[in-house]
C-alpha cells in the first residue's frame, strides 16, 4: 500500500529541537510538492512549510527562521528541522504530498501525524 509515513515526534523543551521525516512508500515519478501541516489542541490545521518540485521552500511566518524543509529525493523523503522550539509550536504534525507515479495519474497523499510536544 502506498502510503506516507511520518517519525520523529516526541518531546522537547522550549529553546530545544526535533527533525521530522516523512517517507513516501512508493515510486515517485514526478514530485509535486511536500508540506508540512500542524494541528495544535483546539486549532485548525496549518500550514507550516513546503517545497516544491523545484526545491523552492515556503514558511508559515510563525516558523520561518526556526524551521527548514529539505529533501532527499532518492530516498523519497522530506524532513522538517524544528529549531528554537516553543510551547506554541506544540501539536500534530503531518506530512503532505502531490504526487505522480505514472503517467496521467496525480494523487495527494497525507500521513498519519506525528506528535510534537514542546514544554516551556
Known amino acids: 500500500q502506498v502510503r506516507l509515513v511520518e517519525s520523529g515526534g516526541g518531546l522537547a523543551q522550549a529553546g530545544g529541537s526535533l527533525r521530522l521525516s516523512c517517507e513516501f512508500s512508493?515510486?515517485?515519478?514526478?514530485?509535486?510538492?511536500w508540506s508540512w501541516y500542524r494541528q495544535g489542541p483546539g486549532k485548525q490545521r496549518e500550514l507550516v512549510a513546503t517545497?516544491?518540485?523545484?526545491?523552492?521552500?515556503n514558511y508559515a511566518d510563525s516558523v520561518a527562521g526556526r524551521f527548514t524543509i529539505s529533501r532527499d529525493s532518492a530516498k523519497n523523503t522530506v524532513f522538517l528541522q524544528m529549531n528554537s522550539l516553543k510551547p506554541e509550536d506544540t501539536g500534530a504534525y503531518y506530512c503532505?504530498?502531490?504526487?505522480?507515479?505514472?503517467?496521467?495519474?496525480?494523487?495527494?497523499?497525507w500521513g498519519q501525524g506525528t506528535q510534537v510536544t514542546v514544554s516551556s
Open positions: 517545497i516544491t518540485g523545484g526545491a523552492n521552500t
Open positions: 503532505k504530498a502531490r504526487i505522480s507515479s505514472r503517467p496521467g495519474s496525480v494523487f495527494e497523499y
Open positions: 512508493g515510486t515517485i515519478r514526478t514530485m509535486y510538492f
